[in-house]
């Protein structure tokens, strides 16, 4: 099974003719096809959730087909106002909303936000008194089963993303002249490939939630779900379907009785758009181990160090040799430094390329770059057919001072 298709193997091959360093690749006609598919129904506003993947390009492609922009940074807002997109289609979510961030967002004219702790909420209202604004306000939950009760969030894990309900009901609405409290957040899961799981998960949140908004004399219009929707990282995984998504979904919205329901989706946007070719510098065989030792790593492609999970990887020149199981390791000076164990034709060499699916989302960014003055990638998209650079690589002497 591959993860290329036939054309994208043919830009592959010809760009790696010419490269001699790691790049990524992003197939934008594919994004636009899928990104369509999203967009088609009412049942829930998508927002498009940056740090998936902030590449001005992918911005431009979310923006046409419709999507609003959840930032995470003073970064982030300014990279999306860079692509023409107005601050009034702006969410901003994340714990580290210093008064600071919270300023320059108010300056820049965002006024949507999901408030993580109540030195936030005082922090936004203080900013909109200053401001002369009114602000939409989501507040972020984070639900713990009781002790001994099944949690269906599989985990009973303290984050710093929102307040326990017990924390957000003493919250006075009134005490905020300038914020406006439309609704309520919920995300704690993440790459999540059953349908069925996913609709589960929502549903055993409705009670709670539904008890919180009537303690606080909230007026739930908004519940905002979140991201956590995923894509397959081996060729016998799942596929969500979005179409029986969508149904429970429009199921979760009745049951709550909101008005809107949202998401900011990252990797189910934009995650299968990616691709990230890296050269191959020797094969050697190590206590009886099979290894490739290849140009790029977690300096540019880190979640397999984070999350175990290795992006599905394939040789690009095809031939009809036998195959063997191969560990991966990158260039950096450390055992962290794996893409995994992976089955490629025997013969691979360093004349080879591989080629790393479903890297559109958490790719580059998420990455390690400086570590060892190894080189940036370069970042390409193919629109319309055509291929693009949006990002030179570049040497150590780029960042290094
Ligand atoms: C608040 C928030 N929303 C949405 C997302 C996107 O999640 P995903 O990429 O799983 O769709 C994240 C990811 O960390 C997040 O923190």
């Known amino acids: 099974m591959t993860f290329l298709s036939a054309p994208v193997r043919e830009t592959l091959v010809s760009l790696c003719h010419e490269q001699e360093t790691p790049f990524f690749v992003y197939d934008l006609d594919r994004l636009s096809q899928h990104l369509q598919l999203l967009t088609k129904q009412d049942i829930v506003k998508l927002w498009y959730a940056v740090k998936a993947n902030p ?3 992918i911005i431009k492609c979310l923006d046409q087909a419709g999507f609003d922009f959840d930032v995470a940074s003073s970064g982030e807002l300014e990279q999306v106002i860079a692509q023409g997109v107005d601050a009034t289609r702006v969410l901003n979510t994340g714990p580290a909303k210093s008064k600071r961030q919270i300023q320059h967002f108010l300056k820049r004219g965002v006024t949507t936000f999901v408030a993580e702790s109540i030195n936030q909420v005082r922090w936004l209202q203080e900013a909109a008194v200053d401001h002369h604004v009114n602000l939409r306000v989501l507040l972020r939950v984070q639900l713990r089963w009781p002790e001994g009760e ?3 969030l599989g985990g009973d ?4 993303f929102g307040l326990g309900v017990e924390e957000w009901q003493h919250l006075n609405l009134k005490d905020y002249s300038h914020l406006n409290f439309v609704g309520l957040h919920i995300f704690q899961w993440g790459n999540m490939l059953s349908t069925d799981k996913l609709a589960s998960l929502w549903q055993a949140m409705v009670g709670p939630l539904q008890q919180l908004s009537h303690r606080l004399g909230m007026q739930l219009d908004v519940l905002d779900l979140g991201g956590g929707l995923g894509i397959p990282y081996t060729s016998d995984a799942e596929h969500l379907d979005w179409q029986v998504l969508l149904t429970a979904l429009d199921n979760i919205k009745d049951a709550i ?3 809107e329901l949202w998401m900011e989706l990252g990797r189910y946007a934009v995650g299968e758009c990616g691709y990230y070719a ?4 020797e094969q050697k065989t190590n206590y009886g181990v099979k290894q490739l030792i290849v140009s790029g790593g977690v300096n540019h492609l880190l979640r397999p160090a984070v999350t175990g999970q290795a992006f599905p990887c394939e040789r690009l020149r095809q031939d009809d040799t036998s195959f063997a199981q191969f560990a991966i ?6 055992a962290l430094d794996s893409l995994g164990s992976h089955s490629l034709p025997d013969n691979t060499d360093e004349t080879d390329w591989l080629v790393f699916s479903q890297c559109g989302a958490y790719g580059f960014t998420e990455s390690m770059p400086y570590f060892l003055c190894h080189e940036l990638p370069a970042e390409y998209v193919i629109q319309q057919g055509k291929v693009q650079c949006v990002r030179q690589a570049e040497s150590a002497q780029y960042y290094l001072r």
């Open 55 to 57: 590449l001005s390009e």
């Open 150 to 152: 099944k949690n269906p």
């Open 157 to 160: 894990t303290l984050t710093p």
């Open 257 to 259: 009785g909101v008005k």
């Open 278 to 281: 890296n050269p191959v510098v």
């Open 329 to 334: 390791h990158g260039p950096l000076c450390t």
